[in-house]
């Protein structure tokens, strides 16, 4: 969805599984939330920015850490499956870029076929949209937006609302750590192998 401003095209995923390959991985899930550090080392690896990595909270659901990874030039996509039973995955996206009214109604529903009619309505903090099919809300933090989409009829719309508009970032507050400080230690001295300087006293 890079560059979604204006109604410019979607590119194709990195990261994302299809619904089927996704639907064989039910019992690699991780926990239903948070996302573990080896997901976000994965995400960022893959080209992901650290404040486009994001996490949601949704009800009967839980992360396919094998799912998590980079989108376009830097977005960030991850599902959601169900604990039980066999609906389909819940798709979170987040991308830089601009989302308004009019790229509302000009932008075909995230996992549709783009030939439905998308009916937008402004939500909210945000934007609900659907085809009939498939359904997404959409909320703008700052510089991106953070979308998430679902079948229609398997996840009530106001639990998708709920659970976009109380999406999180996973990185702290989305810049990356700074790398550690060396620790200074009065003992090395200045020439020699660095090993440290004990003089021995009187009687050894």
């Known amino acids: 969805m890079k560059g979604a401003g204006k109604g410019g095209p979607s590119r194709p995923s990195r990261a994302l599984l299809p619904a089927g390959l996704a639907m064989a991985v039910?019992?690699?899930?991780?926990?239903?939330?948070?996302?573990?550090?080896?997901?976000?080392?994965?995400?960022?690896?893959?080209?992901?920015?650290?404040d486009l990595i994001y996490a949601v909270d949704l009800d009967g659901y839980q992360i396919m850490e094998q799912s998590a990874g980079g989108v376009n030039e830097e977005g960030f996509g991850v599902l959601y499956a169900p604990v039980k039973g066999t609906g389909q995955p819940v798709e979170l996206r987040v991308d830089r870029g601009a989302f308004d009214d009019d790229v509302c109604a000009s932008t075909p529903v995230s996992g549709g076929d783009g030939r439905a009619a998308v009916r937008c309505e402004r939500d909210g903090d945000g934007w609900y949209r659907t085809d009939g099919v498939r359904q997404d809300y959409t909320v703008v933090r700052g510089d991106h937006y953070v979308r998430l989409a679902a079948a229609v009829g398997q996840v009530g719309r106001q639990a998708l609302r709920e659970a976009a508009t109380g999406a999180r970032p996973a990185v702290g507050d989305g810049t990356p750590a700074p790398p550690p400080t060396a620790v200074t230690r009065g003992d090395l001295p200045t020439t020699g192998d660095g090993a440290p300087y004990d003089p021995v006293g009187p009687g050894g």
């Open 26 to 50: 039910l019992a690699a899930c991780g926990t239903q939330g948070a996302l573990s550090q080896e997901v976000v080392d994965r995400a960022r690896a893959s080209g992901a920015a650290p």
